[in-house]
């Protein structure tokens, strides 16, 4: 057997045995709360960007992989979990938890993630060029939130201030490793 057809039947029965395991309630609670970890995990890998009060953070490739892993509503839950924990207080946002984050500069952000995790899910199972078109809507998705949230909290002047423009390639290196992963 080639190295090609080996890797091929591998993948097939890892896929099948991961699809089983997500199948259980037990295997698809476990799955939601290990993305919900992965997204606190990525808001510590933050990166500040001078002049704005966003870091540039791994949190999107969490959410996106939750989505693509998990599909659209338990790629959600997971977000759902993610900022229930954080709202609690827990510290898992990039600069600590409790809701008054929430309410600061990165909420919009942040509470955007369960529609983008939804959103990535929905190009789970198709091909990679149909899948990155997905990724690039649901991290198009957390853009609009944040900057929403940053015009309803600081008026134009800070939607200018943050903008986009900062976090552009990182976004698409972040598209480029989710479907790599």
Partial sequence: MSRDAARTVNAAVATERSER???GVT?????IAAFAALTAIGARLSVPLP???VPMTLQPVAVLLAGLVLGSRAGAA???LYLAAGAAGLPVFAAGGGVAYLLGPTGGY???FPV???VAGLGAR???GIASLWLIAALALIHA???SWLWITGGRALVEAVGVKPFLVGDLLKVALVLAV
Wanted: net charge positive; charged share 10%.
């Fill in 110 to 112: 942040l509470l955007a």
């Fill in 27 to 31: 295997g698809k609670a476990i799955a």
């Fill in 145 to 147: 939130g944040g900057l």
């Fill in 51 to 53: 002049g704005t009060a």
């Fill in 126 to 128: 198709r091909g990679p």
């Fill in 21 to 23: 395991f997500l199948d």
């Fill in 116 to 118: 983008a995790a939804a």
């Fill in 78 to 80: 997971s977000q759902v």
